[in-house]
């Protein structure tokens, strides 16, 4: 018997200590929670884009449509800059000035549906890329019409004044795109 008393191994558990009362905690946010709110600038912003993108395809339409009177104005164009150059430089140079001119009119237009869409998901890069394509969009519209200034009024002169309203839109596009939401 004193060797079970000095053995470690041969001792009863001691009965597990009675727990303290647990007190009465409550815990409080610092702000009351608010319930997001679905802001219609989104959809507005993708309204106004998408009615970029049409008019870009209507004028791209019209260019298209009469694009001999659109190529000899552009050509017209190219041959005051440069009166040395060959009447085949001056035709390729307009026509890549066109082509140019469409594809990167895609490219933007592809650039400002995955802007949105970024928005959309908040991304923190999204305002800037939207940002980017908006100027981008006005530039790039703004020089078009410059390139076709000398191609024939055709279509109510849809080629003249086409390109501003395309301006403006994407414009708007952009500032409602950037503007805060609530």
Excluded: C, Y
């Excluded at 469409?102 to 802007?115: D, E, I, K, P, R």
């Amino acid at each position: 018997m004193a060797d079970e008393q000095n053995d470690p191994t041969s001792r009863r558990p001691r009965p597990p200590r009675p727990q303290p009362p647990r007190p009465d905690v409550a815990v409080e946010p610092l702000r009351p929670r608010q319930e997001p709110t679905s802001s219609v600038l989104p959809k507005v912003a993708n309204a106004l884009w998408a009615l970029t993108a049409a008019l870009i395809l209507a004028l791209a339409a019209a260019a298209a449509l009469n694009w001999e009177p659109v190529l000899s104005g552009v050509e017209k164009a190219v041959a005051q800059q440069d009166s040395t150059a060959s009447a085949a430089d001056v035709r390729n140079t307009a026509s890549a000035t066109l082509l140019s001119s469409g594809a990167a009119a895609a490219v933007l237009v592809l650039l400002g549906f995955v802007a949105l869409n970024l928005l959309r998901n908040a991304a923190t890069s999204s305002k800037v890329l939207m940002g980017a394509v908006g100027i981008l969009t006005v530039g790039a519209s703004i020089t078009f019409s410059t390139f076709v200034s000398d191609a024939p009024a055709l279509l109510g002169g849809v080629l003249h004044w086409g390109p501003f309203v395309v301006a403006g839109t994407s414009a708007a596009t952009t500032l409602v795109a950037l503007a805060p939401r609530r």
